[in-house]
């Protein structure tokens, strides 16, 4: 099933990225939607992918947007490029851990940043609120904790 369905559908949204249509596209599958959560499965693939979402962002006012990321490098390119105050009120960048147990440090380029947090992964103690989709059936239901500038710790699964 992996190989001739899911596969193949990772790569041509992953190949649509580059498409001129891209922004226009996804403004019109995001909608009126009050929330959105970017990339259940991968992560940025260049400053002009965040640039590119970032134009979603303004196009989508209504919508708060929530952004994992383990592309630091990429965030803070983008800052570098376009300021502090670039990234649009309504998108929460949050800066995923790279190991359990060990919390996230923001790089000193994205300190003070509005719209960039952190989320951290536990075993045993969380670094932050918890999450609690594990204690939800996997499932946000009407918790937006993630949406916000909270430090979130997810129980590594």
């Not at 630091?72 to 800066?95: C, D, M, Q, S, W």
């Not at 609120?129 to 916000?148: F, I, L, N, V, Y």
């Amino acid at each position: 099933m992996y190989a001739n369905n899911i596969k193949p559908a990772q790569f041509a949204r992953l190949d649509s990225i580059d498409s001129e249509f891209w922004v226009s596209g996804m403004v019109s599958h995001i909608g009126t939607d009050p929330y959105f959560r970017w990339h259940d499965s991968g992560d940025l693939q260049s400053l002009e992918h965040f640039e590119k979402i970032v134009a979603v962002c303004m196009e989508t006012l209504l919508t708060l947007h929530w952004l994992p990321t383990r592309e630091y490098g990429i965030i803070k390119a983008f800052i570098a490029k376009h300021g502090k105050n670039a990234i649009p009120k309504n998108l929460t960048v949050r800066l995923s851990a790279m190991y359990p147990d060990k919390p996230v440090t923001v790089p000193v380029s994205l300190q003070g940043v509005a719209g960039v947090t952190v989320s951290n992964v536990h075993t045993d103690k969380p670094m932050g609120e918890s999450c609690k989709a594990p204690a939800q059936g996997g499932e946000c239901r009407d918790c937006r904790m993630c949406w916000s500038s909270a430090v979130v710790s997810y129980a590594l699964h």
